[in-house]
Every structure is written in C-alpha cells, then in structure tokens.
Antibody, heavy 118, light 106 residues
Framework: EVRLVESGGGLVQPGGSLRLSCAAS????????MIWVRQAPGKGLEWVSS????????FYADSVNGRFTISRDNSKNTVYLEMKSLRAADTASYYC???????????WGQGTAVTVSS | DIQMTQSPSTLSASVGDRVIITCRAS??????LAWYQQKPGKAPKLLIY???SLESGVPPRFSGSGSGTEFILTISSLQPDDFATYYC?????????FGQGTNVEV
C-alpha cells in the first residue's frame, strides 16, 4: 500500500523552530518529487515547497523562502521540512504529498498540525 | 508567480445537477493543471491531471478541459459524495500555486 505519514507537528512560540517528517512506504521513494502543502485553519491550500527525487533541486513559496528548508533521506524513505523563525501566519495543517512534474500530486499524507503561538 | 483564480467561490447545487467550475491562470500554464477534491478534515484527493486526464479510480462523471489560461472542471451529475471543496493547481512553473477553492454545497 502506498502511504505517507507525517509527524513532528505541535505548538511552538513565535520565532521558534520545528522539523516535520514524512515517512513514505509502498513505492520507489527516490523516483518521485516530494512536496509540502499547508492549509491554515478555514483557508485554502498553499504550496510550500518541492524537492526532486535526487534531492538536488528544491523550490519554495515566497512566504517561506529563507526560513524553511526541505530535505530528504532516500535511504530512510523520508522527507523533512525544517521550519525556522516561525510566525503566527505559519499556523496550519501541513501535508506531504508525492508527485511529479507531469501529473501533480497523487498521494497525500493525513497532515500534521503546527500552531505558532505564545 | 502564476496566480490562479477560480469561480465561483461557492456554488449551491442539488444531486443530479451538472456542475461547472472555472479556473483562470494569470499566464499560460499549457496543460499543466490539476484538480483536487477536499472534504473537511481530510487530505486533498487528485481528480484530474494534465488538464483533462482522469486519475485512476475517479468516477467518469468528473472531467476536465482547457489549456493555456482557461480551464474547466465539470461534474456531469452531482452525487451526494461530491459535496466538497475543489481546487485547481498549476505545475507549469517550479513554483506551484493553487486556486482559492470552490465550495460545492447543497
């Protein structure tokens, strides 16, 4: 079964840091782009970051560029999102997804909630 | 960045209705356009990719069309399970973007 499971969410103070993880199973992990998408409470979907299968190419939304870092460990079938200088506006459910550049995002995790508040 | 605009934002419909949702891109995305369905508290689900290709397992009442800057998602006969929010998403540039969503409600 193809599966993505996120972890690492929680409550963090403004200016703090958090690292999210997404464990993949059931497919050849290194063959796929991995993506993080977030959704603030009651709001729409926002693409956050993408990382190529090799880990050599990464892309970020302007809203997180310079504060968030996406990485992957293909030996562990895991993708990470390191988040620094967190703001209240980063409060959201964070989803990881599998995709490629020709067919969008076809597999999604269940999401992990991040709350930035003092 | 490429901006995606959906219309309408909210759509009231009944079971059996034909539903049309429009998505417009601020510049051409060729056919690099996907549609997703999301229900409250759940992850999004891919319905359509490359503007008109139906994802495996998705009922054929869903269809997509368009290219360039204008795209349409059509639900030919709305079913009770289809009441949800729908998003378009472009993946033409490496900076992907979503539309703001269309809530299909009773």
């Amino acid at each position: 079964e193809v599966r993505l499971v996120e972890s690492g969410g929680g409550l963090v103070q403004p200016g703090g840091s958090l690292r999210l993880s997404c464990a993949a199973s059931g497919f050849t992990f290194s063959s796929y782009v991995m993506i993080w998408v977030r959704q603030a409470p009651g709001k729409g979907l926002e693409w956050v970051s993408s990382l190529s299968g090799s880990g050599g190419s990464s892309f970020y939304a302007d809203s997180v560029n310079g504060r968030f870092t996406i990485s992957r460990d293909n030996s562990k079938n895991t993708v990470y999102l390191e988040m620094k200088s967190l703001r209240a506006a980063d409060t959201a459910s964070y989803y990881c997804a599998r995709g490629d550049y020709s067919s969008g995002m076809d597999v999604w995790g269940q999401g992990t909630a991040v709350t930035v508040s003092s | 960045d490429i901006q995606m605009t959906q219309s309408p934002s909210t759509l009231s419909a009944s079971v059996g209705d034909r539903v049309i949702i429009t998505c417009r891109a601020s510049q051409s995305v060729n056919t690099w356009l996907a549609w997703y369905q999301q229900k409250p508290g759940k992850a999004p689900k891919l319905l359509i990719y490359k503007a008109s290709s139906l994802e495996s397992g998705v009922p054929p009442r869903f269809s997509g069309s368009g290219s360039g800057t204008e795209f349409i998602l059509t639900i030919s006969s709305l079913q009770p399970d289809d009441f949800a929010t729908y998003y378009c998403q472009q993946y033409s540039s490496y900076l992907w973007t979503f539309g703001q969503g269309t809530n299909v409600e009773v």
